[in-house]
């Protein structure tokens, strides 16, 4: 066991736990630049429809209550938050020229950042500075807005040329907030009524007395699943037939 204690094993521990939170934060920032390319195509979709149809100034509230029918857990679908996705598009869209690379940017943040930026930069330049900066130096959502009250971008602000592709850095507030973004999370659920750690945790105990596993599965299990449960008597019954 002494050798466990080793100066060798403790570097070698050291470099696979920084392994693996790099690998947590390249797959977040996957998850994320997925969400944040959805979320640009959805924006455009509806800032199309709302030229282009009469559908009326209840469409995004109907939208948002049609997909959330379908996706319950998925708060983005939330009329507030479709707004500020249209309002967000059309922040970055005045300028095509630099768009694409506007949308690998804003792919290396949560969204959070995101909507501070929109909400309180004047203008794309100041925008993209603090989205860079961020990147840069793996600011917290606090410490952004915190950053854009200081008005950092009026006493070092000049216009970006250069964007950084590169990784949050492991141990930075960004990388945090990234791999803990609720909005990740919600576009990946899973979940209607329950979730699968939900299930499992009715299910953990399942070598326990039969009535205890009964009675969490019939608080977990979604209403329409508890009439199909069998009862105790019906469970002995079948017990019985099997000696």
């Known amino acids: 066991m002494s ?15 920084l392994k693996a939170r790099q690998a947590q934060i390249r797959a977040s920032v996957k998850v994320n630049s997925t969400l944040i390319e959805f979320y640009w195509e959805l924006g ?13 100034s209840g469409f995004l509230k109907n939208m948002s209550r049609d ?10 679908f939330s009329k507030r938050n479709l707004e500020f996705i ?16 506007v949308v690998s940017q804003l792919a290396l943040i949560p969204w ?7 909400q309180k930069s004047k203008n794309i330049t100041e925008a993209l500075f603090y989205v860079q900066k961020t990147i840069e130096n793996g600011w917290s959502r606090v410490v952004l807005r915190q950053q854009i009250v200081n008005q950092l ?6 216009a970006l040329t250069t964007f950084s592709t590169t990784l ?11 791999t803990k973004d609720p909005y990740q999370f919600d576009f990946l659920t899973l ?28 608080h977990v299990l979604p209403k329409e699943f508890k009439s199909t449960l069998p009862s105790i008597e019906e469970i002995e019954e079948e017990l019985k037939s099997l000696e």
């Open 168 to 178: 949050p850095q492991a141990q930075s507030d960004l990388a945090n907030e990234l």
């Open 191 to 218: 979940r209607e009524k329950y979730n699968e750690r939900e299930l499992e945790d009715a299910l953990k105990d399942i070598n326990k007395p039969i009535g205890v596993s009964e009675y969490q599965l019939s």
């Open 3 to 17: 050798n466990l204690q080793t100066t060798e094993y403790k570097e070698f521990i050291k470099r696979i736990k």
């Open 67 to 76: 997909l959330m029918d379908e996706f319950p857990e998925v708060k983005g």
């Open 112 to 118: 959070g950042h995101n909507i501070v930026i929109i």
């Open 86 to 101: 249209r309002k967000w598009y059309l922040y970055y869209s005045q300028k095509d020229s630099i768009m694409k690379q």
């Open 44 to 56: 455009e979709e509806i800032v199309l429809k709302q030229k282009n149809t009469n559908w009326g």
């Open 153 to 158: 971008f009026k006493r070092e602000g000049k």
